[in-house]
């Protein structure tokens, strides 16, 4: 009997490939959520976390919207009117939910960073395997994974938000409106992240659209492998440039 061609393992290899980092992403996700429910159980977290959760609720709970015990109407210090949108998982989970929700807002990220990565064959595909090696190793990902006292912060939702951002304005989507409008609603600072991102895609591909209706010509490359230098992060709060 013959053996396996050097085609067919190929293919078995592109195939491992291919799954192989979608399962690594949703172990390490999964692990974080875990890790992240059993330090607050331990009573690691205190401070905004409570003030996060009662923001996601105050309204649906019958008083002002984004309103929280701490400092009472939050809309004077912050615009975190994407909390609202917590409200499905925080209503059931409670805090946990505000876990529940970063996490699947991350899986659904680089679902979208892998699923563009796998349409391309040359040194781009490495290129947004370094934007995940980015938000998993970068200086962001200290809060990501644990954000210590705080336990969580809204602002973390900018991060990918701006990759789905940057994704959808790659590929045309209308849905880069529907992100670019919850960036701005993330937090004050909001606005600038899309307006650089947005800049930042017009200026990377002004040579690959025919006008800003066409298409994008073969071998193109996208706004994605760039998104990371739109931002900074700096102890304790954003500092988006």
Same mark, same amino acid.
């Given at each position: ?131 995940? +090696?980015? =938000?998993? &190793? ?5 809060? %990501?994974?644990?954000?210590? @006292?705080?336990?969580? *912060?809204?602002? $973390? ?23 670019? +409008?919850? =960036?701005? &609603? ?5 606005? %600038?992240?899309?307006?650089? @991102?947005?800049?930042? *895609?017009?200026? $990377? ?37």
């Amino acid at each position: 009997m013959n053996g396996p061609s050097g085609k067919s393992r190929r293919g078995v290899i592109g195939q491992t490939v291919s799954w192989l980092p979608p399962a690594l992403a949703l172990a390490v996700i999964a692990y974080w959520l875990v890790v992240k429910s059993v330090l607050f159980h331990r009573l690691e977290y205190t401070s905004d976390l409570f003030s996060n959760l009662e923001l996601s609720r105050s309204f649906f709970d019958g008083r002002p919207l984004l309103w929280e015990n701490g400092f009472g109407d939050h809309k004077a210090i912050h615009n975190l009117y994407i909390a609202v949108l917590f409200y499905p998982f925080t209503r059931f989970l409670g805090a946990y939910g505000l876990f529940a929700a970063e996490a699947a807002l991350y899986g659904w990220a680089i679902h979208k960073i892998l699923s563009r990565a796998s349409l391309l064959t040359d040194y781009r595909r490495e290129l947004y395997w370094a934007v995940l +090696a980015a =938000i998993g &190793l970068g200086p962001v990902a200290f809060w %990501i994974w644990d954000n210590p @006292i705080y336990g969580f *912060h809204y602002e $973390l939702a900018l991060v990918p938000l701006s990759a789905l951002f940057a994704v959808s304005l790659s590929e045309r989507s209308r849905w880069a409106w529907i992100f670019a +409008a919850l =960036i701005v &609603l993330t937090r004050e600072e909001g606005a %600038i992240v899309a307006w650089c @991102i947005h800049v930042l *895609h017009e200026v $990377l591909n002004s040579r690959c659209y025919d006008g800003w209706h066409g298409s994008p010509e073969p071998g193109c490359s996208c706004s994605l492998p760039g998104w990371p230098c739109c931002w900074r992060w700096e102890p304790a709060t954003a500092a988006w440039v």
